[in-house]
T-cell receptor, first 112, second 113 residues
Framework: QKEVEQNSGPLSVPEGAIASLNCTYS??????FFWYRQYSGKSPELIMS????GDKEDGRFTAQLNKASQYVSLLIRDSQPSDSATYLC????????????FGQGTRLTINP | DGGITQSPKYLFRKEGQNVTLSCEQN?????MYWYRQDPGQGLRLIYY???????QKGDIAEGYSVSREKKESFPLTVTSAQKNPTAFYLC????????????FGAGTRLSVL
């Protein structure tokens, strides 16, 4: 089982709709969770972090965490064409030292 | 402006050749990282360093080497032992203890001639 798993997509969503991106992780002891956005040919940039169960909202983005189910998600409301990118889920795990493990990413396309 | 600078943007390696990718940061971060990204894949950790003159292997260190002689610099050498080096290489840095919040350089695309 991969440490961090995402559906690679592509996920296609019409403009103005809600895009829902999902991520599962295997280390039950993980405490910190992150979403990075990566435009094609560019480097990743952090858009959300979440550390506690429940929802965390930042503008049109909402991160949701359920540690019991080992599941973290990202919702994008009122999706815009500029949201088209690959979204990488990252989880902090401890294997000897603490390290950040990335999922393979979900490619999201917002259709005008 | 503070940030991470990677160079070159594109690099071509001949068979049997070692090549070095540069990474410089002026964010005053203690921790620095090197990742490899293959098409359609996430990031895989090659090496990381939490302090000057110290670094640790990541998940795919074979065929790579690094040094950390200055806080600002963390160069990566892709050696001839790395048989499949074609990939997008990303350097990142973070504040000590905040490894989830990483800042990335623009990346170097390495190809084999």
């Amino acid at each position: 089982q991969k440490e961090v798993e995402q559906n690679s997509g592509p996920l296609s969503v019409p403009e103005g709709a809600i895009a829902s991106l999902n991520c599962t992780y295997s280390d039950r002891g993980s405490q910190s969770f992150f979403w990075y956005r990566q435009y094609s040919g560019k480097s990743p940039e952090l858009i959300m972090s979440i550390y506690s169960n429940g929802d965390k909202e930042d503008g049109r983005f909402t991160a949701q965490l359920n540690k019991a189910s080992q599941y973290v998600s990202l919702l994008i409301r009122d999706s815009q064409p500029s949201d088209s990118a690959t979204y990488l889920c990252a989880v902090s795990i401890i294997q000897g030292a603490q390290k950040l493990v990335f999922g393979q990413g979900t490619r999201l396309t917002i259709n005008p | 402006d503070g940030g991470i600078t990677q160079s070159p943007k594109y690099l071509f390696r001949k068979e049997g050749q070692n090549v070095t990718l540069s990474c410089e940061q002026n964010l005053n971060h203690d921790a620095m990282y090197w990742y490899r990204q293959d098409p359609g894949q996430g990031l895989r950790l090659i090496y990381y360093s939490q302090i000057v003159n110290d670094f640790q292997k990541g998940d795919i260190a074979e065929g790579y080497s690094v040094s950390r002689e200055k806080k600002e610099s963390f160069p990566l050498t892709v050696t001839s032992a790395q048989k499949n080096p074609t990939a997008f290489y990303l350097c990142a840095s973070s504040i000590e203890g905040r490894l989830g919040i990483q800042y990335f350089g623009a990346g170097t695309r390495l190809s084999v001639l």
